[in-house]
């Protein structure tokens, strides 16, 4: 985990060094890890999730209760 921690700081400090100019090395750390961790989270439509089952069942085949007939 340590060697993680490591890289991570690492390219952190890369992407400051190379990009940042307004913030200090610290707030754009700590920027940049509340955006790294953020969670996205995609609300779906009804049509988007019909679909996306749709496009599911064609690679699955449902099984009748009680077995196929």
Same mark, same amino acid.
Not at 2 to 19: F, G, N
Not at 32 to 61: C, D, G, H, P
């Given at each position: 985990m340590q060697l993680y921690d490591k890289e991570k700081e690492?390219?952190?400090w890369q992407t400051w060094l190379h990009k940042e100019k307004?913030?200090?090395y610290?707030?754009?750390k700590k920027k940049?890890?509340?955006r790294?961790? /953020?969670?996205?989270?995609?609300?779906?439509s009804k049509e988007e999730e019909q679909k996306?089952?749709?496009?599911a069942t064609r690679f699955i085949k449902p099984i009748n209760k009680g077995?196929? /007939?």
């Amino acid at each position: 985990m340590q060697l993680y921690d490591k890289e991570k700081e690492d390219e952190i400090w890369q992407t400051w060094l190379h990009k940042e100019k307004q913030l200090s090395y610290e707030d754009f750390k700590k920027k940049y890890l509340k955006r790294m961790y /953020k969670t996205k989270v995609k609300t779906l439509s009804k049509e988007e999730e019909q679909k996306i089952i749709e496009n599911a069942t064609r690679f699955i085949k449902p099984i009748n209760k009680g077995g196929e /007939k």
